[in-house]
């Protein structure tokens, strides 16, 4: 018996002895793994990563981006059930535990050893929340003990409330959600306070397996999972026995809901991401930042469908240039044609369908998602051969004419008239407008579809803007002599240079003019007149003055061309330019960015790389909104700049005026006439076209808004005779600000000082007599105004001087 107690004790001291040394060397392990454990004040500051979002200027979301959505809220904005599941799932002794529950480690530690897996953790919330936020998902012993040790910090740094916040938000719940909110969001499109009990067991479930067990990818896993969750809820007394049967017996509802973007303005916002991405980088995507636009949700809509429909519209006017693609119906499975006609990219209203029959009178057809339709001859009637830019056929006799069985083709619902036949417009443009006083961009479309093509033509495409470039040239005339009623031949011209050798321009009209005072060759756009202006202007002065615009000087051509627009701008350049001249000479730099707030609602300064900015000056603040920055917050060197800049004089506001007066002439009398539609007297602009009718312009302005319009193939081409600016971009311009500006009434106009009126005559832009039937009141700047009868023609250089324009010219202009 003596022998059997001394083997027990040397037995139990050797157990010690090894239990005493494996505990030694865990101690050590432990100690040597701390310094790279997240410190308490880490801890503390642990942040949640909140996707970027982009919003309009009256708050609608037009963009989110980042790899996590995530809502963040506060423990007293949770239902107490949806705690109270969360707990009773994941860790029902959360709040008596010290961060670790050591009994179901060991539980899971038997298990593990019998199963020879890693499959059980045992993890608590606090757990859980630690492994989120500091550590990979891996299943290693390693892992687990760095947990437990990272746990116990995050219990002494946090209080229990904290943790659970913490919980609530960064917990991954399938489908890129992040938080209990979040996930309200994707799978029920509601708020958490708005969830029904299943709906909340539901979420409380998604934990274990979010992936592979959420309602979407798995809805019979995860009624089972949630089925779990409610029988928790009872047998914890959570939930009495009727609401528990009349939970299970609910169906499964959830769907994925995405951010509902509430404007759409995808150009603006793929520049406001890229913004900001400049400035922070990826770290853009996760900071929770909110990106207020200058843009105006209802203009924003507006511009889209005007760019849209305008563009349709000349697309039907060129005729039907056949189907997407032709299908073998007989040779095909069903299968593989719901695959290649699945392939066809809708847009918004245009949606592929397979033609399966076709009659006389029409064509039966299936859409992409499985809606069989009709189509009726009187829906296709547009639809005329192409034959060339300039040439259609005949309107379709038939159906037959047009569509042929196993034709995929785009079709679009007119509402009360039924299915019509559509088509993908080859045909591209943009469309930006701007407040005339501080450059705001109220709108901006770069094209037909952003999905279909991300090139914003907007800023992006470097266009001739033909004679869009004539009040520029004006401009630069009336600051050197020239006024309104000087006369200016309209004779053929032949020019001689190094540059474009020997070059013969035209009017639009191909008809030659004689003199013609200013006012009349700028309403018709003549083309002569402006060539003859640059020339007694000089090209270097010219540019100079176009240089105060905005234009950049060195992507001008130093030729007499400039007068025609031969040099490369975007429409947002244009549109910046023709706003000086509705804002009384003053230059304002585009901007689309109002401000940018941290998840708090403080405005930021991006150029300090996002901390809030300390020194900004104080502005009135909103319930949500603390100090506004300085208005001109820029990074020297970008292109846009965050808030409005300081305006700066480019031109005299008489200059303006009188240019500007002009401009107002082409609306009520030139080649903008169909603005007259919109019933206003403040309206000014320009058309532009062109040679050979590769693009089509039209700019314009009210005291309040100046608005651009460009049409035009991506890659230059014929635009067909007769597309001009007036017949291709005036009618978007029209249908844009016909919208607009009732929000902006119409007020007399300031005249400025030095700005004086006299009577002349039509012909001949002289002083007559007040009841000359060819006499009209005409404006000029004081001591330009004519003193006489006589106006001598204005040829080859200014009033009353000589002046080299550097080329040859072959024949007299006289």
């Known amino acids: 018996m003596k022998l059997l107690f001394r083997m027990l004790a040397r037995l139990l001291g050797f157990g010690f002895a090894v239990g005493s040394a494996m505990a030694f060397g865990l101690a050590l392990y432990c100690i040597s793994i701390l310094p790279g454990l997240p410190t308490v004040e880490q801890i503390r500051e642990v942040p949640l990563n909140i996707p970027l979002r982009i919003y309009s200027a009256d708050g609608k979301l037009a963009a989110e981006y980042g790899n996590e959505r995530r809502i963040p809220v506060t423990l007293d904005q949770a239902p107490p059930l949806l705690i109270d599941a969360i707990l009773v799932t994941e860790d029902d002794r959360f709040y008596h535990h010290t961060g670790v529950d050591f009994p179901g480690i060991m539980r899971a530690l038997l298990s593990n050893i019998r199963s020879q897996s890693r499959g059980q953790g045992a ?85 274990k ?19 779990h969750v409610l029988q928790r809820l009872f047998d914890l007394g959570k939930i009495d026995r009727l609401t528990l049967d009349t939970a299970r017996k609910a169906p499964v509802t959830a769907q994925r809901h995405v951010a509902e973007v509430e404007v759409q303005a995808p150009y603006v916002a793929e520049m406001a991401r890229q ?98 339709i009709r189509v009726p001859l009187a829906g296709m009637q547009w639809a005329r051969a192409y034959q060339s830019a300039n040439s259609q056929g005949p309107e379709p ?39 005339s006083r501080t450059g705001a961009i109220l709108a901006l479309t770069g094209g037909f579809d952003y999905y279909l093509s991300k090139f914003n033509r907007a800023t992006q495409a470097e266009r001739q803007p033909g004679s869009n470039i004539k009040p520029f040239i004006y401009s630069a005339a009336l600051d050197n002599g ?63 003055h176009l240089a105060q615009f905005g234009f950049d000087p060195e992507r001008l051509p130093r030729s007499l061309s400039l007068s ?29 960015i109002e401000r940018v707030e941290d998840p708090d609602g403080r405005v930021l300064d991006l150029s300090t790389l996002g901390e809030a900015c300390p020194d900004c000056p104080a502005a009135p603040a909103t319930d949500n909104e603390q100090a506004l920055p300085d208005a001109t917050t820029a990074v020297p060197g970008d292109e846009f700049q965050i808030g409005p800049g300081e305006p700066v004089q480019a031109i005299s506001p008489q200059n303006a005026y009188l240019t500007r007066s002009l401009m107002k002439q082409v609306i009520l009398s030139g080649t903008g006439r169909r603005a007259l539609s919109l019933g206003r007297g403040d309206l000014a602009g320009k058309t532009g076209t062109t040679n050979n009718y590769r693009d089509a312009w039209f700019s314009g302005f009210s005291p309040d808004v100046t608005t651009t319009v460009f ?87 200014r009033p009353g001087n000589d002046s080299a324009s550097g080329e040859t010219v072959s024949e007299s202009l006289f």
């Open 397 to 435: 006799a038939s159906a037959n004419d047009v569509v042929s069985r196993g034709d995929v083709v785009y079709v679009y619902n007119a509402g009360d008239d039924g299915w019509r036949l559509g088509q993908m417009p080859e045909i591209s443009g943009a469309i930006v407008s701007l407040d």
């Open 711 to 797: 049409v035009g193939f991506d890659e230059p081409e014929h635009l067909g005779r007769r597309e001009s600016g007036a017949s291709a971009a005036l009618p978007i311009w029209v249908d844009y600000m016909g919208a607009v500006l009732p929000d902006f009434p119409e007020r007399p106009e300031q005249v400025p000082d030095q700005i004086v009126a006299r009577f002349v005559n039509k012909e001949s832009g002289a002083l007559t007599r007040n009841d000359d039937p060819d006499g009209y009141q005409e404006v000029f700047l004081s001591g330009t105004e004519p003193t006489n009868a006589v106006n001598p023609l204005v040829d080859a250089g």
């Open 123 to 207: 993890s608590t919330v606090t757990m859980q929340v630690v492994r989120n936020f500091f550590l990979n998902p891996e299943k290693t012993y390693e892992r687990k003990l760095r947990e437990i040790l990272l746990a116990f910090n995050m219990e002494r740094a946090l209080t229990k409330d904290e943790i659970l916040e913490l919980y609530l938000n960064k917990i991954f719940l399938g489908h890129r959600s992040y938080g209990f909110a979040a996930a309200a969001q994707v799978y029920y499109g509601a708020e958490l306070e708005n969830l029904s009990v299943p709906e909340i067991a539901m979420l409380a479930g998604l934990p």
């Open 482 to 544: 020239f006024t309104p009623a000087s006369l200016v031949s309209g004779a053929p011209i032949v020019v001689e240079d190094d540059l474009e050798g020997v070059w013969r321009p035209e009017n639009y009209s191909r008809k030659f003019f004689g003199p013609t005072r200013l006012r009349e060759a700028l309403s018709l756009s003549l083309n002569l007149v402006s060539v003859r202006l640059l020339r007694a202007v000089g090209i270097d002065e010219t540019i100079d």
């Open 209 to 227: 397996a979010p992936s592979r067990d959420n309602p979407i990818s798995n809805p019979a896993r995860a009624e089972v999972r949630r089925d």
């Open 564 to 592: 025609l627009g031969s040099t490369a701008v975007t429409p947002l350049e244009v549109a910046r330019g023709y706003s000086v001249f509705a804002n009384q000479g003053r230059l304002s730099k585009p901007y689309f």
């Open 275 to 372: 913004f900001v991405v400049d400035h922070l980088g990826d770290a853009a995507y996760d900071r929770g930042l909110n990106v207020i636009l200058t843009i105006n949700s209802e203009y924003q809509a507006e511009a889209n469908r005007a760019l849209r429909q305008g563009l349709l519209d000349y697309d039907r006017r060129h005729g039907y240039r056949g189907p997407v693609k032709q299908l073998d119906l007989d040779r095909l499975t069903e299968e593989e044609i719901d695959t290649a006609v699945y392939e066809v990219s809708p847009s918004r209203e245009l949606v592929p369908a397979l033609v399966r029959a076709v009659a006389a009178d029409g064509f039966d057809a299936r859409t992409r998602d499985g809606m069989d």
